[in-house]
């Protein structure tokens, strides 16, 4: 059976820092991009970045570049979205997802996804 698993979200104060994962069973991850993707009620579904399948370059949106790493491990078939220095902004819930192509723009071909997992940056 195919399936994604976010796990890692949590409450976390301004500043703080959490490492999210992407677990995917039945699959094998290396062989598709993974995006992750946050949502809130004013903004929607945005991407917040990828790791391609076909040369492992990263894409991260504005506003989490220099504080976010995102990062593989083939050998527990896992992607993490490590972020650091967490704004209240960052409040969200966090949805990873694969694609067979290399990190394409919007949600249309993103084929697998999570059932998401909740981050909430407050003090």
């Known amino acids: 059976q195919v399936q994604l698993v976010e796990s890692g979200g949590g409450l976390v104060q301004p500043g703080g820092t959490l490492r999210l994962s992407c677990a995917a069973s039945?699959?094998?991850?290396?062989?598709?991009?993974v995006a992750w993707f946050r949502q809130t009620p004013v903004l929607g579904r945005e991407v917040v970045s990828c790791?391609?399948?076909?040369?492992?370059?990263?894409y991260y949106t504005d506003s989490l570049k220099g504080r976010s790493v995102i990062s593989r491990d083939n050998a527990k078939n896992i992607v993490y979205l490590e972020m650091n220095n967490l704004k209240p902004e960052d409040t969200a819930v966090y949805y990873c997802?694969?694609?067979?192509?290399?990190?394409?723009?919007?949600?249309?071909?993103?084929?697998?996804w999570g059932q998401g997992t909740r981050v909430t940056v407050s003090s």
């Open positions: 790791i391609s399948l076909s040369d492992g370059n990263t």
């Open positions: 997802a694969t694609s067979p192509l290399s990190c394409p723009y919007g949600t249309t071909n993103y084929e697998y």
């Open positions: 039945g699959f094998i991850l290396d062989h598709y991009s």
